[in-house]
């Protein structure tokens, strides 16, 4: 199930950035509004919420479950910065660090 949703994650992004490239905003906010709706709301999220609540803290089900929900999170917010630019700042600030993580500042402070 989670490599499911990485997948389509991919598909996601990649028609995310085509659609920037060519300047088409209506294509980028339907792809990402079906993606939230459709494929995480309606589908992924209902199910993986019973794994989330009944799996030990440690077992490999719930650890797939969150970094798929984080991944899915890093890509979104990346996605939406060049439309939502402070909510996506605040997001990204938000988030909780850990050594994988890549160090990318989307501030307008870092682009010195």
């Known amino acids: 199930m989670d490599r499911w949703v990485l997948h ?3 598909e996601v992004v990649r ?3 085509e659609a920037y490239g060519l300047y088409q905003f209506h294509v980028v906010y339907t792809t990402l509004y079906n993606f939230c ?3 995480l709301s309606a589908f992924y999220l209902d199910i993986l919420k019973d794994r989330l609540y009944t799996s ?3 077992s490999p089900a719930r650890r797939s479950a969150q970094t798929a929900m984080t991944a ?3 890509a979104m ?3 939406l910065a060049p439309i939502l630019t402070f909510t996506a700042e605040e997001v990204w600030q938000a ?5 994988a993580r890549p160090r990318v500042s989307i501030s ?3 682009r010195r």
């Open 15 to 17: 028609r995310v950035r």
């Open 37 to 39: 709706t459709v494929d």
């Open 56 to 58: 030990k803290a440690a």
């Open 108 to 110: 307008p402070s870092s």
């Open 77 to 79: 917010v990346q996605l």
């Open 8 to 10: 389509r994650l991919q």
């Open 95 to 99: 988030l909780p660090s850990y050594p």
């Open 72 to 74: 899915l999170l890093e």
